[in-house]
Nanobody, 120 residues
């Protein structure tokens, strides 16, 4: 059973950066697709980006060029580097592992989420 723990969220001013971590245990993340999703109050959980095969990535349009996902196989951890953050990026961010894609139901394992708040 894969377990995921996110960390690195917090409060940042617009234009700032944060790096989120997703640490895996109970299984190797390298054999799965790891996705990042976010959910703002009153909104559906939305796809942010994903990584598979160690380096292949896919991003949602509004974060392309600002966010980057990377994988550290030695530490079984996936990172979400977020730059040029804007208030609309404010949400709870979740990492998930599974078959991949942009739909939450294709992911079997989820972390508890970490809050990211961007002030204007």
């Amino acid at each position: 059973q894969v377990q995921l723990v996110e960390s690195g969220g917090g409060l940042v001013q617009a234009g700032g950066s944060l790096r989120l971590s997703c640490a895996g245990s109970g299984g190797t993340l390298g054999g799965l697709t790891v996705g990042w999703f976010r959910q703002a109050p009153g909104q559906d959980r939305e796809f942010v980006g994903s990584i598979w095969s160690g380096w292949r990535t896919n991003y949602e349009g509004s974060v392309k060029g600002r966010f980057a996902i990377s994988e550290d196989n030695a530490n079984n951890t996936v990172y979400l580097q977020m730059n040029s953050l804007q208030p609309e990026d404010t949400a709870v961010y979740y990492c998930a592992a599974g078959m991949g894609g942009t739909v939450p139901t294709r992911y079997d394992y989820w972390g508890q989420g970490t809050q990211v708040t961007v002030s204007s």
